[in-house]
């Protein structure tokens, strides 16, 4: 495949500077530390908390929405260290030591992020609903340098779906977007 | 009249809000005190429950109440209308897969799904009826949307009879789920009689009615917010069970409750759209016109309440022929009552008309255009009324010429691309232009901004920026001196944002609003100043109503893998003045790619022993993905039209899907000549 999936692989697993609590976290709360969009946030969840779930309900960071909490629509996308995932697949203390990038930390104050602006321009959404996923998605896709053509970003763009069926518009601000970030 | 016949493409106002997570949604909300509600759903499709043991859940850390049948108030869920019958933990009855059977509630969402996952339900199961085919529990609904279910013109069994050319086939469509991609999502928070609820829905003024109902509470104690709205398509347009559910246990745990549904649970109570099945017969002379077109429907409800999907409702409409005759059956089955989704009628009615029609066209053999333009209805023949106006023709030939329907070489399997077999279809789309008495508030503050106040909702449709648009053309000033407050029953009242409808509905009502404003200030008023409009639809209709459009499609099938690709859409529109030209185009091109899934796609398929649903997730539920999605173009074709509502403009949220699926299915026969009369087109159908 391709060499994302060993490092995604070692941002699931626990910090190497709590390995003696790994053993022993929950079933109750337990104090973390979690670094979101350059701030770092202290908080108490239990083990069982997902990092999408601690965002929102925990850190009122309600940019990143729940749409399946399965996996399978991509609305929950978050960038860990520079990574897309779905974070309602991934617990939140696994985390610690992560840098975590979700919606709301990529504009500069009111200066849009160039894929930000793109996807305003091109109208690529209409509900909105899936829209911070399908930025993040597309900034991570770009940094990647996946960025190979119309039919490259199409697949690699397909984790995010947009039921309001705006596509063909997310396909030109991707370009654009990507454009605007070379 | 200020306004431009195609209105300017302006970025949405609400654009920066939405791709900076700012944008609020129903379930982003966090009153304080807020605690966590979770539904718990039956495990079987027909029955009855037995028993609920909730000692383990009642034992589990956080948990604040268990609400179950044994324990639940007395409510008033029955259904009336398009006001469908709530299952609110009433009785001990099942009648469907994923039925409401208990809420949980406690302090976090984490407590309230596991103590949930611990609640034990022994069942009796009885056997179901889920496939219309097998259900005797069949009758004819007394009426459709206002109008009768069956309808006759001429006689057309006599004119089928003696017609040269006779054509008789079944269509059939699966159920299949809304599922947008925010879950129903509901905040209920009380302040002793008054219940005040943040909900996903298409049309607060109207969920703040049945709540008001189903609480027997008056409706001045009930209000609803909805800023933002994660989609709909239909089924956040009724109140469903979740809606009572959370307000309900926000009562039972005095705090503010929230309650998401799971993606399974969106294929539970909040509607789909029904099964049917439709025979079509046409009779024509051999020059491919009608004589006699006859379409009926069977399509599926619940055992206890009613949903008619409409599919015959274009067919009395969209061709020229003398002899008509349309109805429509109900099957009852032990299933969910359906509701509207996206098109309701015309999306399934469509696929089974404009494949016989192309059916009909290869009979004849004259080219698919060529046939409709023959049969091309000059003026509403069911209504005999002209038409506000339309442009049908345009849409052909722009359509044609854009998509290049001339390289067609109409024979099946003569077209091909490396080993791909390469097809070219197309179709009619059209739906029905709709309003509703709508109001809105215009207000110009002394530093010259302007406040639009309605009571509608943006589903993604763009109300937050076509409505400053309506009313900084007609004010004449900068649309960034405006600014939309909408999604509230504070606000003035506004219809369901369904049915194509809250252009024509809400638009004219700013229009209106506007325009007396600029009438105030022109005769030296000054500001601050407001005006309210309370329009409403003449009574008495001179007018029969409709956008039309046209739709081409190229496919790409795998002659070894029956596989089908759209490689390619066209879709040309004329539909009365159109209010912003982005979002507009925006909006044809989601409903066609809505087309794409249903031809290919999406089905919800049921344990036909349980009557269980094992399709209930986005893996199993297929949606078009990006990957999915072809090149697509979306034309708008200019229109002007006097007559249809004070703004002259005819919605366009959903005639997008209509036609699509058939012009699918008829490219696939053109590339394969394989007829897929039964959606979706999966490819074991094409492997011969």
Redesign the interface.
């Known amino acids: 495949m391709d060499s994302a999936i060993p490092e995604l692989a070692t941002a699931g697993t626990l910090p190497s500077a709590a390995p003696a609590a790994a053993s022993i976290l929950g079933p109750g709360e337990v104090q973390i530390e979690l670094e979101v969009n350059g701030e770092r946030h202290e908080l108490s969840v239990?083990p069982?908390?997902t990092l999408l779930?601690a965002l929102?309900?925990r850190l009122?960071?309600?940019?990143?929405?729940?749409?399946?909490?399965?996996g399978?629509?991509g609305?929950c996308t978050v960038l860990v260290n520079d990574r897309a995932i779905d974070s309602c697949l991934t617990l939140a203390v696994m985390h610690v030591g992560d840098r975590i990038t979700?919606?709301?930390g990529?504009?500069s104050g009111e200066q849009?992020h160039p894929m930000?602006?793109a996807?305003?321009?091109h109208?690529g959404?209409?509900?909105?609903?899936?829209?911070?996923g399908q930025?993040l998605s597309a900034v991570a896709l770009v940094r990647e340098g996946r960025m190979t053509g119309d039919d490259a970003?199409?697949?690699q763009?397909?984790?995010?779906?947009?039921?309001?069926?705006?596509?063909?518009?997310?396909?030109a601000a991707v370009r654009d977007g990507a454009r605007r970030m070379a | 009249m200020n306004l431009p016949l195609v209105g300017a493409p302006h970025?949405?106002l609400?654009?920066?809000?939405?791709?900076?997570?700012?944008?609020?949604?129903a379930?982003?909300f966090?009153p304080a005190g807020l605690v966590h509600a979770v539904m718990v759903t039956s495990e079987i499709g027909n029955g009855r429950i037995v028993r609920i043991d909730d000692a383990e859940t009642r034992r589990q850390d956080g948990v604040l109440a268990v609400l179950t049948h044994e324990n639940a108030r007395r409510m008033h869920p029955e259904g009336h209308g398009f006001a469908f019958a709530l299952m609110l933990l009433q009785d001990d009855r099942i009648r469907y897969d994923r039925q409401p059977i208990a809420v949980v509630v406690a302090e976090?969402?984490?407590q309230a799904t596991?103590a949930a996952s611990l609640l034990r339900t022994t069942y009796e199961s009885e056997p179901p009826i889920t496939r219309i085919e097998d259900s005797a529990d069949r009758y004819t609904p007394e009426e459709i949307f206002d109008e009768p279910a069956d309808v006759t013109r001429g006689n057309p069994d006599r004119a089928f009879a003696g017609a040269p050319v006779q054509f008789k086939a079944t269509y059939s469509t699966p159920v299949e789920h809304h599922?947008?991609?925010?879950?129903s999502a509901t905040i209920a928070e009380w302040e002793g009689e008054r219940l005040t609820v943040h909900d996903s829905t298409q049309g607060v003024t109207n969920a703040r009615k049945r709540l008001a109902t189903v609480f027997g509470i008056p409706v001045s104690n009930v209000r609803v917010i909805s800023p933002?709205?994660?989609?709909g398509?239909g089924c956040k347009g009724a109140v469903w069970s979740h809606v009572a559910l959370a307000a309900m246990a926000a009562r039972a745990v005095g705090r503010p409750v929230k309650l998401?549904l799971?993606?399974p649970q969106m294929f539970g109570s909040i509607g789909y759209r029904p099964r049917t099945i439709q025979s079509i017969a046409l009779g024509a002379d051999r020059d491919g016109r009608l004589s006699c077109i006859m379409h009926d429907v069977l399509s599926q409800t619940s055992t206890f309440d009613e949903f008619v999907e409409p599919s015959a409702l274009v067919t009395k409409m969209l061709y020229a022929a003398k002899n008509v005759r349309t109805t429509h059956t109900l099957a009852r089955v032990n299933a969910a009552t359906p509701t509207f989704m996206r098109a309701p009628g015309e999306a399934t009615g469509s696929f089974a008309l404009e494949s016989a029609m192309d059916e009909l066209a290869y009979a004849v053999d004259i080219d698919p255009i060529e046939l409709r333009l023959r049969n091309y209805a000059e003026r509403d023949q069911s209504e005999n009324k002209p038409f506000s106006s339309k442009s049908l023709r345009e849409c052909y030939r722009i359509g044609a010429e854009k998509f290049g329907w001339s390289e067609r070489d109409p024979k099946p399997r003569s077209m091909r691309n490396g080993r791909m077999l390469v097809g070219m279809g197309m179709a009619t789309a059209t739906y029905p232009t709709n309003r509703a008495a709508a109001s809105a508030v215009v207000r110009m503050n002394e530093d010259g901004s302007v406040v639009v106040r309605s009571g509608t909702q943006?589903?993604?449709?763009?109300s937050y920026t076509v409505y400053a648009q309506v009313a900084a053309e007609t004010l004449d000033i900068p649309i960034e001196r405006v600014r939309l407050e909408l999604g509230d029953t504070d606000l003035p009242p506004a219809p369901l944002s369904a049915g194509s409808m809250t252009a024509a509905s809400v638009g004219s009502a700013v229009y209106e609003a506007a325009s007396a404003l600029r009438e105030r200030l022109r005769k030296g008023e000054k500001a601050p100043i407001e005006a309210r409009a309370d329009a409403k639809p003449q009574e008495h209709e001179r007018y029969s109503k409709h956008a039309f459009g046209a739709q081409f499609v190229r496919v790409e099938v795998d002659p070894d893998l029956g596989e089908v690709r759209v490689r390619r859409m066209v879709g040309a529109f004329a539909a009365g003045r159109i209010l912003n030209a982005?979002?507009a185009?925006?909006?044809y091109?989601?409903?066609?790619?809505?087309g794409i899934g249903m031809a290919l796609h999406e089905v919800t398929r049921f344990d036909e022993r349980t009557a269980r649903i094992v399709t209930a997730?986005?893996?199993d539920y297929l949606?078009?993905?990006?990957?999915d999605?072809p090149?697509?173009e979306a034309y708008i074709v200019e229109e002007e039209d006097p007559h249809v509502n004070p703004i002259g403009v005819k919605g366009i949220g959903e005639i997008g899907i209509t036609g699509v699926a058939a012009a699918i299915a008829n490219a696939v026969y053109h590339a394969t000549g394989i007829r897929v009369r039964d959606l979706p087109i999966a490819c074991e159908k094409l492997l011969r």
């Open positions: 239990e069982r908390v779930d929102r309900e009122k960071l309600t940019g990143t929405k729940k749409g399946c909490d399965q399978t629509c609305a979700t919606i709301e990529l504009a849009l930000q602006a996807f305003v321009e109208d959404f209409q509900c909105g609903y899936c829209t911070p930025v970003i199409r697949e763009m397909s984790g995010n779906i947009c039921r309001c069926g705006a596509y063909e518009n997310i396909l | 970025d949405r609400d654009g920066p809000a939405k791709v900076t997570g700012r944008a609020t949604y379930a982003d966090s976090s969402f984490e596991y599922n947008p991609i925010e879950p933002f709205l994660g989609g398509f998401v799971t993606r943006d589903l993604g449709t763009g982005k979002t185009r925006s909006q091109l989601g409903g066609m790619l809505w997730n986005l893996a949606v078009p993905v990006h990957a999605a090149d697509m």
